[in-house]
């Protein structure tokens, strides 16, 4: 059987003379990635579930170039396809002593399908535009980003389009256990990311700069791993398991696996196995089962390490998972559990300038929505189980589960950013200095996306820290909120909100954060997509939304540090 593109190229990592491409394809295949000027690559597909995937490690790239790339499946091109309008997609990498190059990376979330697929009326595409402006000179290094940082719903498999609804109807028997509009088994998850990521626009996008994503809670379903009782409600339901597997191992293969570097993927045990097996379906089905083992406070262990970390010239990039291995026990909930906490603080260790922490769920949040989710966990935590119950029952019902609903791990994330802030031998984290002297990061972000509007925040951390820190959101890609929410969202922000509900929140004993933050720019409600650049110790930050004729417009332009 001949096989063809079916998704893909995706290019993913680009690390010193080396890159990944990923693809999947209509059959298996031995897959040959050239590259003009030097560099190459193959890889046999791999297969699950009827599907064919292959991850390509391109050596022997030119330092400091960008340069066109072909894809083969066996004897055969089939990227850059004939037919396209669009510019051949290029790999670019940074000089050998790309020390004091500029390094700019665009981010977002929550980006829905087409609107050909979706059939709702959405805003235009902020990843389409972007692609666009990028099409009319791919290896401009002001308009090319060296990364994209996806910080959640990349799929939405709670809340399908109606092309994928049509699909769900024909192929299910009658009598179906499961429910009628959401995806449940593995291939239908494949449905998901076919019909986002062969948009023409953002396919072209994905191919010519390298891409790292994580998962938040659409990925799976509306609320994931919100508490201790909505796990065991949804462990009770038949169709949870596939469910939960389907997702967890579809995201490995379609997410996971490209933000892995050359040298991880060449030690990932659960790849090597993949790829001896002529069917790897029953090891992803196991794989995606095993890593849903929850985590409480007793047993940390991680059952898989989803976050992950990785230095671009000087920014150091950790992307953490918020959603997957969660500590759910009541009064002491976590973010991480402590082995994965314990992996990330290691990361704030190094040489570096810039520090960027991706992060699916804003860490700074409107106040007034803050300590109201404070104030929540709090009552969920109480030994009455009356008033544990109303206040389950809210926090499910108003998404109550960011940082600031893990107040442990809040109150954590603070003291680390405050202590890497003040620098100092005593730092958990540093860059280091002239002469070896201990020095303070020279901005830290936090990228995150989830909450369907954008705004910067500057945290006020004591007078002691001299490393700006600030909370970048950008959400959503492609999505919007709805029109009658966007003033109760705005007035989230006032004094006058923040005042009354921290009121409501001292009564039940929660205390003032140990931090305090201020809107720099913002809220903003439109697709967006946002462009972090670090050049030297300078730090800038750019939102741009989307014009009713689908064009980028700047909406926010803010300077986090000057050189």
């Known amino acids: ?12 990592r680009v690390v010193g003379d080396r890159a990944t491409i990923w693809v999947e394809t209509t059959a298996p295949a031995r ?41 083969w499946l066996d004897d055969r091109q089939v990227w850059p396809q004939p037919e396209s309008p669009y510019p051949p997609s290029v790999i670019a990498t940074r000089a050998a002593a790309d020390a004091g190059q500029p390094v700019s990376m665009i981010f977002g979330s929550c980006r829905e399908a087409t609107p050909e697929a979706t059939g709702r009326k959405l ?8 692609s666009r402006r990028l099409m009319t000179d791919p290896r401009s290094p002001e308009l090319r980003p060296d990364l994209i940082v996806l910080l959640g719903d990349q799929v939405y498999a709670d809340k399908t389009s109606a092309k994928v609804r049509r699909f769900l109807r024909r192929r299910r028997p009658a009598g179906h256990d499961g429910p009628a509009d959401e995806v449940v088994s593995f291939d239908e998850y494949t449905k998901l990311y076919l019909e986002s990521w062969r948009d023409p626009e953002v396919r072209w996008l994905l191919a010519t700069v390298p891409t790292v994503m994580i998962f938040d809670d659409h990925e799976i379903i509306d609320d994931w791993n919100t508490s201790a009782s909505w796990r065991r409600d949804m462990s009770s339901q038949p169709w949870w398991s596939e469910r939960i597997a389907s997702g967890l191992a579809s995201y490995w293969v379609y997410q996971h696996l490209g933000n892995m570097s050359p040298d991880e993927l060449a030690a990932d045990p659960l790849l090597a196995k993949i790829t001896s097996v002529e069917d790897a379906t029953s090891l992803l089905h196991d794989f995606g089962l095993s890593v849903d083992k929850p985590t409480s ?7 898989y390490q989803w976050s992950f970390a990785l230095d671009v010239g000087r920014t150091r990039l950790v992307m953490l998972d918020n959603r997957c291995n969660r500590v759910l026990t009541p009064g002491r909930r976590e973010m991480l559990p402590a082995a994965e906490w314990g992996w990330f603080v290691d990361q704030a260790h190094g040489d570096y300038d810039h520090l960027v922490v991706g992060s699916s769920l804003p860490w700074l949040m409107p106040p007034a929505i803050h300590h109201l989710e404070a104030w929540n966990e709090r009552l969920a935590d109480s030994a009455g189980p009356r008033r544990a119950a109303v206040a389950e029952r809210i926090r499910r019902a108003f998404d109550l589960e960011h940082w600031a609903a893990f107040s442990r791990s809040f109150a954590a994330l603070t003291e680390l950013f405050r202590r890497l802030g003040e620098g100092g031998p005593e730092a958990p984290g540093h860059r280091v200095g002239a002469g070896g002297a201990y020095a303070a990061p020279a901005s830290i972000s936090v990228l995150s996306g989830d909450v369907h509007h954008s705004y910067v925040a500057r945290a006020d951390l004591g007078p002691a820290v001299a490393t700006p820190v600030h909370q970048l959101t950008c959400s959503p890609i492609h999505n919007q909120v709805p029109v009658v929410m966007r003033p109760l969202m705005r007035f989230s922000w006032s004094r006058l909100a923040a005042k009354a509900v921290r009121a409501v929140a001292r009564t039940s004993g929660v205390r003032r954060p140990a931090v305090r933050w201020k809107r720099l720019a913002g809220p903003y409600f439109g697709n967006a997509v946002s462009t972090l650049r670090h050049s030297g110790t300078q730090a800038d930050v750019r939102v741009e939304g989307t014009t009713k ?9 803010v300077h986090l540090r000057d050189a």
């Open 1 to 12: 059987m001949t096989a063809h593109l079916l998704i893909g190229p995706v290019l993913r």
């Open 31 to 71: 897959v040959r990635v050239e590259v003009a000027g030097g560099g190459a690559g193959t890889a046999q597909t791999f297969s699950g579930y009827g599907h064919h995937y292959a991850i390509v490690i391109v050596s022997g790239l030119v330092p400091g170039s960008a340069n066109e790339y072909q894809v």
């Open 123 to 130: 805003p235009p595409d902020a990843l389409d535009a972007f």
């Open 297 to 303: 406070a007793e047993n940390t262990d991680r059952p």
């Open 549 to 557: 004729d689908g064009e980028l417009i700047t909406v926010a332009d």
